[in-house]
């Protein structure tokens, strides 16, 4: 337990440790902003595809 504890305050004290936490912030940022944007896409694309069937005549084509 005195070894992970040891290497936690190293990975605090060292650059790389508030380095590591700022890029999985901004990288959390960002998944987050394209799964709105995709979202908002899809809902789009699924109102465009309606119309699309709605404006089709129905039955087979003989």
Do not use: H
Request: glycine letters at 12%.
């Amino acid at each position: 337990m005195n070894a992970i504890r040891q290497l936690a305050k190293r990975f605090m004290r060292s650059d790389d440790g508030p380095t590591t936490v700022e890029y999985a912030v901004m990288l959390a940022l960002i998944v987050m902003v394209c799964m709105t944007a995709i979202g908002g896409i899809g809902t789009t694309v699924s109102g465009i595809f309606t119309a699309l069937n709605s404006g089709l005549p129905s039955g087979s084509a003989s």
